[in-house]
Structures are given as structure tokens and as C-alpha cells.
């Protein structure tokens, strides 16, 4: 019974067991099978999956592109309702908080109370239901996006659990009036319904919406949607998705984007139009600013000081938003008071937050009042403030009172409203609830814009414009361009600016716009990463980071210097013993096939789980029973035990009797599905006792022999699937080019051979760390004495490297043309690993076009 | 003398065959060396290339980024400044041909002869300038860099020359007022400009500028920079230039075209406002919409039915101007005579197009007398031209007197400029002189949307708005939607969207351009290929197409039905007479390297150039030389000429000698570079009169005997190259995700191998027959008869793959196990060709990313 267990099988088992043995057998069997269960868990996907690819591919593809537009249209429709249900719901939320704070204005006391409970229950509450409901829903959702589109599997991520969650979570989190933002959740949001509703068409239409790939290339279209039905933005939403979530983009899927998200924006829009809040399709946060003469050229220089500046405030919001969330980690009283009652936390920042901004307090010095909408409108206006440093002129529209105060200069509102709202921002985004950063970073940016607009203007109060006509400085441009650079370093995106474009519905202002945010962007990305990879590297998500622009050692690192030389693999001869025992040792997905141990040319990878279907097969209970029968006939000298258990074995290999064959029959058809759950019990238990386990489950001794030399045999790899082709690289394959090849192809890892041969192995954990720990790289920790060696051994074939090929290719005529082996060749698999180096640099000269460049 | 030849050996061979033998022989060894001399001209290339790369990758990596930022601004600003100049002196030209025409208004025939002749003056000018100094620079330039950026090397393209040929050939063209564009043929200036750029930086600060990866990379950026500077359009400029040249692009080279776009644009634009020109940077043809209320939610129907018109308008297009050109080469007359007078053709459409145009004839009712630019601005007007059906309320501003005519109505001006001006497009477009299709499209486009905005004018006078204020309609908004419909319809992109934003620096329609401009790629996508790819297809580029939306059959071709299975392939005991053949026969630039004929394991693949010098070494003149003078010693009786021979050789061998020395040490340090030379012409030669050759060039017949020894001695690969890890397929991968491996990666060709041993190799040719020819794959023509059974097997092992990959298996451990040569070893080859056909689906499941599926 060596591990073979459906669940009626472990039934019986534990039946047998308990009428066999003492109540410690029993325990330990369901012990195990618990712990395979979970295994199973992880083990089930990546062959599911395979067979859904494989079987699903053709039939979808044919009937595909038809039915895209069907899904865009109607992901687009779902979205742009969602978006703007929730706008609505949130400006009711806001409506509702400004009714009590304003409905109890005689108590101060009474006005406290309500401005402070309301968003502290409804964040609590947010977090709370999030929390129960979806832990996954907490947070923007782009950088889980991004490592999904990158290809890893964060199943849990697209529930609609998850999505109910969001959508709630997030309207109550805005709703609560807390400097939180809708993009980046709402990309999540869309991802989250391009799932959902590929799940639902393929209930209603069949299979071809099961395809996996398929789903990914929509789930690209959906995060262009998120920010498109977002912000009314359709070609800003699309160049943003793609900057955030991509590596490599394939251009023929660009229309899928723009389709969708155009199709969302104007229903979005259109909505609004039916619901009578606006007259016709406009932009979001329309600005008014002159045609004519919208900016000097002398003003150029302001425009690229503010760009500058926005791309050292974008390294400090991220760089101050990972040191919140690392400080709480670190210290350990907080951290585990704060895992003990989850909610405090949020609680606890929404109160002091809106205790600042409450605005017969702290708030009437930074526009306490103004909901962020209010406030960007507000920010965006194409009136000067002020003149000569006092808000004399200051000709208010309906929020604009806010930012007045008698005694306070509109300067000093605004320093104060960038300050406070800068580190509010970034506490706020910590919360553990449904929130973005971009809609905050995105004010914080237009504020400091207007303050650099508005000090131009009272320097400038003619305008700077030397000829006849008065051109006075408009400082809402100023903001424009700040909101566009500050959300811009903070994301590391160039598409801000289009964005920008579409929100204010006015692109007069372009090139400053587009001059600040590359100025930003250049600033911001030399100084931190940006705000999604370093949540990506918080949460430990399984992404790959970006080579920074500055890296210049990763040129100089090589594939040899960071694979692991020490690879499992399995040879055309092996036995099921050596299969056990790689199983049991490795935790790669995929296992390397070669020749043999002293040639090691590669030949491809086969799965874990194909190799543990084989084990399965061949320690399998029918040809078990058929041993035990063949022994019984042999032997007819057995104990009572071993008669009550064969006659058992008898009734279920019974073809008719229900258990047994329906499990088999599973086994065989799915291949590995069930398969995989015996063989992992048994590499499982295994490792826990391994002769206890025998023991415990092996009433038999002639089983256990029996075992014995079926593990002795040799593999039989017909029923077993071998990818031919793994990827491969070369040992001089530059770092640099690795991490192309990787994301490009969305590899998991890839094998390094030379000449046919495998030396090595590299997967994503080890480039992971050689892109980050490149302090190390470079050092002499890592490279290998080698290294050092190769810069001088560039052009020329030197002396050592002629005598090794020459030994290598001595070997290969001394195999092929007399056919003897040769005691040269005991030792091959020693030589050579560097022998052909040099010339490896030959590899992908072919790729010039895509890949950038070593 | 088998065959290595410097130019001064062959210089020697010439007067020693002169001497020994009649002219005969002489004359058929130069003929060769021209022949080879000619066929080193192809081979050179990629031998070269491999050195500079492996030599220089790492020094240029190490100071890249800085110079980057440096190259790219010195890009922005010479481009900004060539945009300037060629655009100042286009408007002088123009202006020059209406006051030669404004100035002989006394004399209708004069005025004709002055607006007929100036045109026709121009573009012969053009057309012979551009023939004469580099014939590349014909035509948009877009296709060949689409190419280009593929990894194809089109050399001569990127040439000063072609950069002064394309330069001054543009700004004669569209000097001459005919309607052609300035775009496509900038995109070709930039890339031209990057490429000289580099060249120059090379020469000035050493290798560094010199890396041709680097290069492509750059070209891409040129590629926006191009368009972005024509029509100061940074963003539209870089969306649309990598619609049109990439496939797949990676997001981290984005910044480098927005980064050089922007730059360009701006110096571009503020060179106009420090020429005075303009009183601040604004857009190119500004607009000036009402911005409250820019269209009414129900003119939306109007729009999508502008869009799928200009969809079709867009198709219509790109089949007229292929038709053009087809029927000018199928009409053998004609072809001759175009051939033998070039530059008949351009006057000819030129005199038949400025004669239509004549103001005082035809032109008045098409508004002939107006240059593009002055036709675009009037378009985009923000006034309404006709009311009621009259021209009665068209309030004339500067240009439009020219859209008015007494007796004729304004929709007829325009119906009439639009037929008009699509075929004198099409046909203008075809002239051989640098031109570009853009502009006269969106300039088509625009009359279009004018003409269906003036028909919704008419029909809603009050406009459309049922509420109480009344908005007009704008038919200049219709103008804006136009344009950008019909360009994107005729280049396939969604980026002419963004382009009309900022040419007309409103972004008020943003919905109706993108519905509009959706629709029509919809439609014309799936009626013809792009303007540029019909270009492609037209000029024979060596480019992969895109596989159309449509093709569903393409999923169900796979890599073993187009595959070649007759591979030319070397073993590693191979004989220098196998390296021979195989070099003679095949054309591959690569040949397989594989472990022996029996295995058919693939090792890696070599250069044909490596092979070459392989040969070249073996035969070469040192050893050749050793050979004779050992054989002298041997033999002191030797006749005349032999001793002639080996005198002269003697002195070649001297190592003071310069004329062999030079050559020899030559021919090691580049390695293949010279040796290839020789090798060529041994092919070449053995080719025409193997052995006659031997007898003419081979005096001494030992010499002959001696090459026939080396021949057949097994090939020694100490100084050869090899590429360990050349790119696999196997059998099963589709022609869908064949097409997207070798797009992503730009691959030249790739292995097809099936557990290690190669099957086969598909080269771009196979791909682009089996993309092109779509029709005979799914006929029986071009499957194999295997093809028809493969849906039916594709979930569980049959049969006999089973019995298939038994054999292998078994062969496999008896090669491994007991090691010793069965005779069942001896037919491997044969076996397994489609063994592992049915989990070769495995391949790059884990690519999930950015390969789309299949």
C-alpha cells in the first residue's frame, strides 16, 4: 500500500489499519494525507492548466476574434456602469458627511464628533469587510497585476469574492473622504471583471473562454479599461497600463486596448450625460485656460525647475511610503499588536487625519472641506489667485473660498495643503484597505504646481511676454504640468501626461507638460524605484525587477556567475529509485533530461508531476494486486493477515465494484491529476519516516521487496510528456540579456548548456537576486575565479581554450567514428564547461531587433 | 593554389597562369575573383558585425546611459533644425511658383505654362537627382525601416548619400505643391540622421558609437523623432512610429522616444517663434472649438458613419495605389518604356496633375490654387461654411475664398477636391522621388469630414440639442474626425488619433476621433494590408507579415508542415570534403552542427563564414607551401615548372615578404574576413568546372593529390565558432506562435528538433510562403498526411506513438546502458521523426506573457 490513495482507498486504508494496528497508524495515515492534500493544492495547477492549453487551444482560436468584440464590449459596459455606480455612491457618501457636519454647526463639539466617526466607521468598516470577506482586495492591485501579467498564477487574486470586496471596500474607503485614490484599484477592478466574465461566458458559451492565454491577453486590455473608465481617459488609460504592467508589449494587441477603454470612457461619460450632470460628453476636470497665448517660452525654465522638483517629491513619496510600512514591520511590539487587531491601525490614522483636516481646526489652513475632487477642480482653475502676495483678486468660484482665509496668505494654505497632504498621503496608502496612490500624488502634484503658478504670477504680474500685448502668467497651467510630473515620478510613467491631456480636456499646454514629466521621470527613476515595484518588492511578489539605468555592473555579470551549477536531472537510464529521490530532494517545477550522466547533453524537461504520474504508475495498485495475486498463487503459505487484506484487494479489483475503477480509470484519463496525489503522499511521508512509513503501511514484507525492485527498474518515459525544447542560454550570456530573454518570453527558468551539454540552471529566484544584490555581483563573492579572466580572452582564441575544445572534440570523433568508449570518455562531463566561452557571446546575435542589447 | 587568393595572389595567379597556359585561363580567373568579389560583398556583412559586437559590447555598455541622453538631444535638435530649414524652404518654393503665376496674370497661357512648368521642373529635378545619387531614397522610407528594424540589413539605406538624395529630392517634391507628404520620408531622414550621427560620434570619440545593436535601438527612436518633428506632435510622433515599425516593443526604450520626440518638437516649434513667426509655441494648425460644448452627444452616429466610410475610403486607397503600380508593371510597354526613361513618368503625372489644378481651369472648383498646408487650415475653420445649401453666410477667411465659387456650391467644391485629390494621391504617391502618402490622406480625410459636417449643418441648422440653448454644429470638428479616420484607415494605426490632437491642439473631440478612428481600422483592417505593408509586398522586403485578424487557419498549420526536413547539417566527424559539399549546396547563412549522423543530436550551429575559413585554413598557402617544399626535399626530380612555381612560392613565403605575410596574418587576426574571400571563389569556381578549374589553376599534380589528401581528413573545429544554443521549435509548435517567436526575437531561422535530434529548420522564406499562401497549406498540397489524424489524437498516447517512443527509448538505454553499438542504433534516424509530435504542444507553456497564444 505504498502511498496509492484515492479517497476511498485512504478510507479503506484507515479501516485497515485501525483493524490491524493500534489508533497511532490511523493518525499518522490521516496526518499525511492532510498534508499531500495541500501539496496537492499547489501541485494540481500547472497540470491542469496544460491540459486546458492543449486541449482548448484550436477550438477557441477559431471562432476568436468574433467573440473578442463581444467580450471588450461588454467589459468595457460592466466597468463603465461599475465606475460610475461608485462615483455616484461616493458623492453620496461625501454629500452625506458634509449634511451632518454641516446640519450640526451650532455645537462645535457635536461638528467634530461627526466630521472625525464618519470616515473612521467607514474605513474601519472597509477594512473590516475587506479583511473577512478578501484579504486580497487590500492595496492599488497594480503590482499584483503586473507579476499576473508576467505570468505568474495569483489565482486568488481574481475571485469574485475578491471583487465584491474591492468594489465595496473602495467606495467606502473614497467615500470616507481619506486622500485615497480609484486608479490603481479600479485597474484591479477591471481585471478582476475580465475574469468574471470570461468565467461567465464559459458557463454560458462553453469552453473556448476557459483559455488561460487568452484571459491574459484580455486581462492587459482590462488594466487599459481600469484607468480608462477611471479618468474618461481612453489613450492615456491604455499607455499608462501598458507602462505600469508591461515589459514587452506586442503591438498588434494594442487595438484590443484602445477599443475597450474608448468604448468604457464614453459610456462612462455618457452616463453622466443621461443622468443630466452634464449637458454633453466632456472631460473629466474641464479647464478653461487661453487658446492663444496659453504659455511664454521664457516661462520654459519655471516649467522645468517644477518638473525637477516634482521628480524628487515623487522619490521621497515612495521612498516615505515604504519606510512607513517597513517601520511597522520591524518594530515588533507594533507589528504584533497591529496583526492582533487589525482594525486599530486604520482606525487610528483615519482619526488623526480627519482630525487635521477638520475645518474650524488645522483644516481651514489647507482646504479641510474640499473633497479631493473639489480640490483639483478648484487647483486647475485658470484664474490667478493671487496678485502681489495677497488673495486681494482672488475672484472665488463655488470651493474656491476654501482655500482663502482671512488672516492667511493663499501661499500659506497651499505649502501647508502640500505638506500635510503629502505625509497624510502616504500613511493613508498603508491602510489596509481598497486604495490607490495616483489620485493623491496626482493633487499633491497640481497644489504644488499652482504654488510655483502662482509665485510666477506675482513676480510676473504682466506676464514675462516682452512685445506690445499683456499675456498674464496662468497659474492653473503650472498645475497641469505639476499634477502630470508628480504622478509621473511617483509611477514612472511618461503617460501622466496624456493623461493629463484628456482629464483637463486641453492639450495647450504640451510641451511643458511633456518636458516636466521626462524631466521627473529622469530625476525620480535614478533615486527609487518606482511606488508598484517597490510594493511588488514589500509584498515579496514573485516579479522581476527592472534593470535600473544606472546599473552598469549588470553588463559585466554573466549567466555562469549567478546559475546554479548543481542541477537535478534525470537521465534515459535512470532508475524510479533516482526519480524518487530528485522528487524528494528538488522543488523545481521542471526537471532536466539528459542523455546520460557523462555526456549530459540535454535533451528537454519534464515535469514534476509527469514524474511523479510514472512513480505512481509503476508502484500502481493494479500491478501491486497483480504481484500479490501472481505471490499468492506462488506461495500458498500465507498469514491470516495477508489473506484478509488480499481478499480485499480481491473485491475492489473487481472491475464491476465502483471504488476502484472509477479511480483508476481517473488516473489514466487525466493522466496525472489523481496521480499526483499518491506520489506526492508518498515523497511526503518519506521524508517524515521513511522505513516507519513502510513499516506502517506495509503489512507485507514481499510488498515491500516488491517495491524494492520495482524502484531498481528503469524509468519507461512513454507515458510521460518531455518538453523537447526547454529555453536555453550560454554561460557568457550577459545578465543583462537574461533578464530580456526572461521577460520577453515570460520564462520561469532556463537551462545553461554549452555545446549541447548542460552545465547549469538559472530561474527567476536566482536573476531576482543578482538584480538586487548587485553590491555582491560585483564583488568577488559571487564571480567565480574565472570571471576575471575573461575580459582579456575577448578576440582571439587563446592557448587553454584551443586545448580544451581540442580535448572536446577529440571526445566526439573518438565516439562517433570508432564507437568504442574509450577511457577519454569516463571523464568528459569534467572538461569543457568552459571550454566553447568564448564563443558563446555568439548566441542571439540574431536578435537585434527586440532585444535590447549587451 | 586551390583556391586562396588575396588580391595580390590573385594578382600572382594571373601572370603564372598567363606564363604556363594560354589566356584562356586568365580570363576565367578574373571573372571569378569579380564574381567572388561580389558574392564577399554579401558575406562580409555578418562576420564583421559578430566581431564589432563581441569586441565592443562591453565597453559600450559601461558609459551608455549618459551618452544616450547626449545623442538623443544632438538627434532632436538636427532633426528640429533639417524640419525647419526644409520646411522654410518648401514655403519659399511655393511661394516663388504664386508670384510667377500672380505676376503673368495678363496672359492665361503664360500663367498656364508658369504653373505647369514650375512643378514639372521640381519633381524631374527631384527624380533625377534622387536616381542619380541614391535610388533608395524613393518613396516614404517607412516600409524599408519597418524592415530594417526587423533585423534585416538593408545597408545602402543608411548612407549620407541616401540622407542628401532624401533630404533635397523631399523638398523639391513638395515644393512643387503636388500632394505629397513630408512624414513617412522624415521618419526615413531621422533614421538616416541617427545612423550618420553615430558614424560621426564614432569617428570622433572612438567604438563606443559603433555597436550595432545600439544602433537599432536609436533607429527606433529616430523613427519617433521623425515623426515628431514634422508635425510637433512628441506623443502622436511615438505611438505612431511604433505602430508602424514594431511588432513587439519593450517599454523600457520608451523614454528614449519621448525623451528625443519632445526635444525635437520643441527646438522645431521654437525656431518658428524665434524667426517670428509665431508669438509662442503652439500648435501646428491650431483650432479653435468652442470648448463648452463640443459636439452633441447624438452627432455621435454622424461620426461612427464618418469612421467606417473612411475605413473603407482608407482600403479603397491602398488598393488603388498597388493597382497603380501593378498595372504599370504588368503592361510590358509601358514597363520598358519606364525603364528606359525614367523621369518621364514623374513630369508626366506631374503635367497632368498641375494642368487639373490650374487655378483659372478646372482648379477653381477644387480649390487648386491653395497649398496643403493652406487647404488643411481652412478645413479645420471652426466656422460653418454653408447654411441652407448656400455658400451665402461663409465668413472667408484668408484661404477659403478658394472653397468659394460664384456659380458653384460649396459641396460640390469639396466632392469634387475630395475625387480629385484621392487619385491624384494615389497616383503622385507612386513617382519615383522621396514622398510620403500621410498628409495627402488626412488632408482627403479632413475634406471628407468637412463635407459630411457641412451636410449635418445644413440638416440641423439649430443643431441637434433638443434643451433650450442651441450649439451649433461644428463642421470643422467633422474636418478633425476625418483626417484622423482616413490616415489611421490607410496606415492601420489608432495613433493618427493622438496626432490630431496635438497638430490641431484641441482634444475636445477626443471620443468622436477615437470611435471614428476604431471604426475605420475595424473596417479597412480587414479589407487590405496597411499602405505600408502593400509597399512591402510591392518592393519584395524581406519582411514577415502580420498575421491578418481573419486567418483562422493559420492556427491549425503547424511548424512540421512547412518545415524544410532536408537539413544541411555537419557532423562532428565531419571531412572538410562534407564542409565542401555542404557549402556548395546550401545557401544558409547557418549550418547545423550536430553530434553524428546516426544521433542526429543537435549541438549548435555555425556560421557559413566560419566554415569558410575553416576550409581555407586547411588549404591554405602556409600549409600548402610546407607541403611543397617537404615534397621538393622528398623528390629532387621535378620538372621546369614546377620549380618556376616553387621559387615563386618561395619568395611568397618569406616571411619579409609583404604582400603574403600581410595577407596571411590578415586572414587569422580577422579570421574570417579575408579567408572568406578565398573560399567564395573555390566555390564559385567549383560550381562552374570543378575539375577543369583544378586542371587550370592546379599545374602541379601533386597539389591536386595533396588537396584531395586534406580534404578527406576529418574536419579540426578548434578555431571555429560555434553557436551552442541556436533557437529550437519543435514539430507541433503552430504557424501562429512559429510567426510570434520569430517577430518577438528576430529570429533568421530556427531548428526544428524533437527530443534533441534535429528534424528540420524553418527559415523566414518557409514562414512567410506558409503566412502568404495561406490557401495551399490548408489544401492537401502542403500537410502531410499525417496533419489530418492529428485532432483525433490529441488528449490521451496513442497507440503508436506508444510503440514509436518505445523504440526510441530502448534505443536510447541500449546506447546508455550497455553502450555498445546494436544494430538497432543504426536506424535511429529514421525512427521518431513524429514520436513526442503529441506533447511537443508543451513547448513555452510557460510563455504566457507576451506571445500570444495559439
Request: hydrophobic share 45%; glycine share 6%.
Amino acid at each position: 500500500m505504498y502511498g496509492r490513495y484515492t479517497q476511498e482507498l485512504g478510507v479503506y486504508a484507515k479501516e485497515e489499519a485501525a483493524r490491524l494496528r493500534d489508533g497511532g497508524g490511523l493518525r499518522r495515515s490521516t496526518s499525511v494525507r492532510s498534508r499531500s492534500a495541500e501539496l496537492l493544492e499547489y501541485e494540481k495547477d500547472p497540470c491542469a492548466k496544460c491540459h486546458v492549453c492543449t486541449s482548448r487551444c484550436q477550438k477557441f482560436l477559431i471562432s476568436r476574434v468574433g467573440e473578442d468584440w463581444i467580450f471588450l464590449i461588454l467589459l468595457g459596459l460592466v466597468m463603465a456602469l461599475v465606475s460610475w455606480v461608485m462615483d455616484y455612491a461616493i458623492a453620496f457618501c461625501q454629500q452625506a458627511q458634509k449634511w451632518m457636519y454641516g446640519g450640526l454647526n451650532s455645537n462645535m463639539l457635536l461638528q467634530y464628533l461627526a466630521w472625525v466617526t464618519y470616515p473612521v466607521v467607514l474605513i474601519t468598516f472597509s477594512a473590516g469587510f475587506t479583511q473577512i470577506l478578501a484579504p486580497q482586495a487590500v492595496g492599488s492591485g497594480i503590482p499584483e497585476m503586473k507579476t499576473i501579467l508576467r505570468g505568474v498564477v495569483l489565482k486568488e487574486y481574481l475571485t469574485f469574492k475578491t471583487f465584491v470586496a474591492k468594489v465595496i471596500g473602495l467606495t467606502c474607503a473614497l467615500g470616507s473622504g481619506m486622500p485615497l485614490g480609484k486608479e490603481g484599484p479600479f485597474v484591479h477592478v477591471a481585471s478582476l471583471c475580465a475574469a468574471l466574465l470570461s468565467k461567465f461566458m464559459a458557463a454560458l458559451f462553453g469552453g473556448i473562454y476557459m483559455n488561460e492565454l487568452r484571459n491574459t491577453e484580455m486581462l492587459s486590455a482590462a488594466c487599459a479599461v481600469g484607468v480608462g473608465c477611471c479618468f474618461a481617459a481612453p489613450i492615456g488609460g491604455v499607455l499608462f497600463s501598458i507602462e505600469v504592467t508591461s515589459t514587452f508589449f506586442a503591438v498588434r494587441n494594442y487595438w484590443r486596448g484602445f477599443f475597450a477603454a474608448t468604448f468604457s470612457a464614453f459610456i462612462f461619460r455618457v452616463l453622466a450625460v443621461w443622468n443630466q450632470d452634464e449637458e454633453t460628453i466632456t472631460a473629466l476636470f474641464k479647464t478653461r485656460f487661453r487658446l492663444d497665448f496659453p504659455f511664454d517660452l521664457q516661462e520654459l525654465p519655471a516649467f522645468a525647475i517644477l518638473g525637477i522638483a516634482c521628480g524628487f517629491g515623487g522619490a521621497l513619496f515612495v521612498y516615505l511610503n515604504r519606510l512607513i510600512v517597513e517601520c511597522m514591520r520591524k518594530q515588533k511590539t507594533i507589528n504584533k499588536f497591529l496583526l492582533r487587531k487589525r482594525l486599530v491601525f486604520p482606525a487610528m490614522v483615519t482619526l488623526i487625519i480627519s482630525t487635521l483636516t477638520f475645518p474650524p481646526g488645522f483644516g481651514q489652513f489647507m482646504a479641510g472641506q474640499l473633497t479631493q475632487h473639489e480640490s483639483l477642480v478648484a487647483l486647475l482653475d485658470n484664474r490667478t489667485w493671487s496678485r502681489q502676495g495677497v488673495a486681494e483678486e482672488f475672484d472665488y468660484i463655488s470651493h474656491s473660498h476654501a482655500w482663502k482665509h482671512p488672516q492667511v496668505n493663499v501661499f500659506i494654505t497651499l505649502i501647508f495643503f502640500i505638506v500635510m497632504k503629502f505625509w497624510m498621503s502616504a500613511v493613508a496608502t498603508t491602510m489596509p484597505v481598497p486604495c490607490g496612490a495616483f489620485m493623491p500624488v496626482f493633487l499633491i502634484g497640481a497644489a504644488f504646481g499652482r504654488l510655483v503658478g502662482e509665485t510666477m504670477a506675482v513676480m510676473f504680474p504682466d506676464g514675462i511676454h516682452a512685445d506690445g500685448s499683456v499675456y498674464p502668467i496662468v497659474p492653473g497651467g503650472y498645475a497641469v504640468v505639476g499634477a502630470a510630473a508628480l504622478s509621473g515620478a511617483v509611477t514612472h510613467t511618461v503617460s501622466t501626461a496624456v493623461i493629463v491631456f484628456e482629464l483637463t480636456g486641453q492639450i495647450s499646454h504640451i510641451l511643458p507638460v511633456m518636458i516636466a514629466v521626462i524631466l521627473a521621470n529622469a530625476v525620480a527613476q535614478s533615486l527609487q524605484p518606482s511606488l508598484y515595484d517597490s510594493i511588488i518588492r514589500i509584498k515579496k511578489l514573485p516579479y522581476l525587477p527592472e534593470l535600473g539605468m544606472g546599473h552598469h555592473e549588470k553588463y559585466n555579470v554573466r549567466v555562469e556567475d549567478i546559475m546554479v551549477r548543481d542541477v537535478r536531472y534525470i537521465t534515459l537510464s535512470s532508475s524510479y529509485r533516482d526519480v524518487q529521490e530528485v522528487l524528494l530532494i528538488g522543488q523545481l517545477k521542471t526537471l532536466a533530461l539528459v542523455e546520460s550522466t557523462d555526456s549530459m547533453i540535454l535533451l528537454g524537461s519534464i515535469e514534476r508531476s509527469q514524474l511523479q504520474s510514472l512513480l505512481s504508475l509503476q508502484l500502481g495498485p493494479s500491478r501491486r494486486l497483480d504481484h500479490l495475486r501472481r505471490h499468492a498463487k506462488d506461495n500458498d503459505t500465507h498469514t491470516l493477515d495477508t489473506h484478509t487484506h488480499l481478499s480485499n484487494l480481491g473485491t475492489m479489483d473487481n472491475p464491476l465494484s465502483p471504488p476502484c475503477t472509477h479511480t483508476y480509470s481517473n488516473s489514466t484519463s487525466n493522466s496525472a491529476r489523481h496521480g499526483v496525489r499518491f506520489v506526492v503522499s508518498v515523497a511526503e511521508v518519506s521524508r517524515i519516516h521513511p522505513t516507519h512509513w513502510l513499516r506502517v503501511l506495509n503489512p507485507l514484507p514481499q510488498i515491500a521487496e516488491w517495491e524494492e525492485q520495482q524502484l531498481d527498474e528503469p524509468v519507461d518515459f512513454n507515458n510521460c510528456k518531455i518538453d523537447p525544447a526547454p529555453f536555453q542560454l550560454v554561460e557568457r550570456t550577459s545578465l543583462h540579456k537574461t533578464h530580456t530573454i526572461f521577460s520577453l518570453l515570460g520564462l520561469d527558468h532556463a537551462y545553461v548548456t554549452s555545446t549541447g551539454r548542460l552545465v547549469g540552471v538559472v530561474s527567476l529566484r536566482e536573476l531576482r537576486k543578482a538584480i538586487e544584490g548587485s553590491v555582491t555581483v560585483t564583488g568577488v563573492k559571487v564571480r567565480p575565479p574565472l570571471a576575471s579572466f575573461r575580459d582579456s580572452g575577448n578576440n582571439t582564441t587563446n592557448v587553454s581554450d584551443v586545448t580544451e575544445l581540442h580535448k572536446l572534440w577529440n571526445r566526439h570523433r573518438g565516439l562517433s567514428l570508432p564507437r568504442d568508449p574509450t577511457p577519454e570518455t569516463q571523464n568528459k562531463s569534467k572538461l569543457s564547461t568552459h571550454t566553447l566561452s568564448h564563443s558563446n557571446t555568439y548566441l542571439f546575435t540574431n536578435i537585434q531587433n527586440n532585444i535590447p542589447k549587451t
